[in-house]
């Protein structure tokens, strides 16, 4: 069975820094792209980072600077480092593990608050 297990999400006030993780188990974790999306009330799902298996990494124009994407094919997890946090970024933030078109899985999600 197939798990993405993201934690560390919260509150946080404006220019703070979070850092969420996601556990992944049931899959052949170095052989998957992870990435992290977000989804704001009202609003559609998007991409906020993406690191594939080799380590290339791509982000959304909104978080480029502010955010890190990084995996550990050893404790098959994946992490995002969020700096400089801003209002707009508050959002359901979930962690997605694809390979090819056939398989994509999604963890539960973790909720973020930017608010001062």
């Known amino acids: 069975q197939v798990q993405l297990v993201e934690s560390g999400g919260g509150l946080v006030q404006p220019g703070g820094s979070l850092r969420l993780s996601c556990a992944a188990s049931g899959i052949i974790f170095s052989g998957y792209s992870m990435a992290w999306y977000r989804q704001a009330p ?7 980072a993406r690191i594939t298996s ?5 982000y959304a124009d909104s978080v480029k600077g502010r955010f890190t994407i990084s995996r550990d094919n050893a404790k098959n ?4 480092q969020m700096n400089s946090l801003k209002p707009e970024d508050t959002a ?3 962690c997605n593990a694809r390979m090819g078109f056939t398989y994509s899985y999604w963890g539960q ?4 608050t930017v608010s001062s």
């Open 42 to 48: 009202g609003k559609q799902r998007e991409l906020v």
């Open 54 to 58: 080799g380590g290339s990494t791509n």
């Open 77 to 80: 997890t994946v992490h995002l």
């Open 92 to 94: 359901v933030y979930y």
């Open 109 to 112: 999600g973790t909720q973020v």
